[in-house]
């Protein structure tokens, strides 16, 4: 069974900083994708940033220049370093991997259990 932990989160004022990290436990061979994901109150989970294995990274506009995710495949861990932090990065965050393959199965996509920030104006 694979299981993702994430932590990191808390408050912050607007326009600072936080680091998210989220590591992935099991039996793991490779992981293809992970990202993190967030969603407010009433509205649909959006894509904040995702790296690949390769390191080929995307990110949502809204986060563009402010924040920067990274991997160590070795540990099987990506992070969310968030800078400029604004009052509606508000929310909660999830962590994410896709094509996650162990010893004995192939898994499509795993989800974390979601970390809050706050961020105070």
């Known amino acids: 069974q694979v299981q993702l932990v994430g932590s990191g989160g808390g408050l912050v004022q607007a326009g600072g900083s936080l680091r998210l990290s989220c590591a992935a436990s099991?039996?793991?061979?490779?992981?293809?994708?992970m990202g993190w994901y967030r969603q407010a109150p009433g509205k649909q989970r959006e894509l904040v940033a995702s790296?690949?294995?390769?390191?080929?990274?995307n990110y949502a506009d809204s986060v563009k220049g402010r924040f920067t995710i990274s991997r160590d495949n070795a540990k099987n861990t990506v992070y969310l370093q968030m800078n400029s932090l604004k009052p509606e990065d508000t929310t909660v965050y999830y962590c994410?991997?896709?094509?996650?393959?162990?010893?004995?199965?192939?898994?499509?996509?795993?989800w974390g259990q979601g970390t809050l920030v706050t961020v105070s104006s």
């Open positions: 099991g039996s793991i061979f490779s992981i293809n994708t």
């Open positions: 994410n991997a896709r094509g996650v393959v162990t010893t004995s199965y192939r898994y499509p996509e795993v």
């Open positions: 790296i690949t294995s390769g390191g080929i990274t």
